[in-house]
């Protein structure tokens, strides 16, 4: 199982959102790309790139932050998400050395898109789909829509995504632990793999998680624990390698 270092981008430097309230920040490096570093030492095998900015504008903010953190590490595989809104904006991070791009609220507020996507980037997509109570959430958090979670994963499946971000918006950043029980029926009711995100906040919480993942769980963001350092990402891996 992966275990995936989030670095979320505003302004240009690294920072966490408690339950993705902009005015709600901890600035955690000036400089990004220092902090993918640490993380590409401490063992990830994956970075999560998220262009705050971006998702609240609908367009991209810090690509250039991403493109120099994608150039700094060839070998590290990315995924980005954050004000992904049309084909131009995936050609540019894919340009750029970006793996992977994670659509959000535009793959829920129209649904064609991401199978437009599939046909012209196979391999590249990955949906972000943010949900409370079940309850697939838009437009960075601040909607609720009538969407049922699995409906639109099971959609999305079909359209041949390549994987499937699943967070739980009311833990996420408030250090509560992970969602388990959703994340484990999300990942049960399709085959594409899920990853889990939101609420992790120690090395329990990635046990729990990692006791859940055969039945399509591929891995988990870390955010806020990894930087108030309640979770060693290297002690982590080990846990989950079965070392």
Known sequence: MLLIPAIDLKDGKCVRLRQGRMEDETIFADDPLEMAQRWVDAGARRLHLVDLNGAFAGKPVNADVVQRIAEAFPEVPIQVGGGIRDEDTVQLYLDAGVSY??????????????????????????????????????????????????????????????????????????MQGVNVEATARLAASISTPVIASGGISKLDDVRAIHAVADDGIMGTIIGRALYEGTVDLAEAQKLVDGG
């Not at 969407?147 to 408030?174: K, N």
Request: charged fraction near 25%; charge should be negative.
């Open 101 to 174: 791009v994670i659509i959000g609220t535009k793959a829920v507020s129209a649904p064609h898109f991401i199978n437009d996507l599939c046909l012209e980037f196979p391999g590249h997509i990955i949906v972000g789909l943010d949900a409370k109570d079940g309850k697939v959430a838009i437009d960075g958090w601040s909607k609720l829509s009538h969407h049922d979670v699995i409906d639109m994963a099971q959609r999305f499946e079909r359209d041949g995504v390549e994987a499937i971000v699943y967070t739980d918006i009311s833990r996420d950043g408030m």
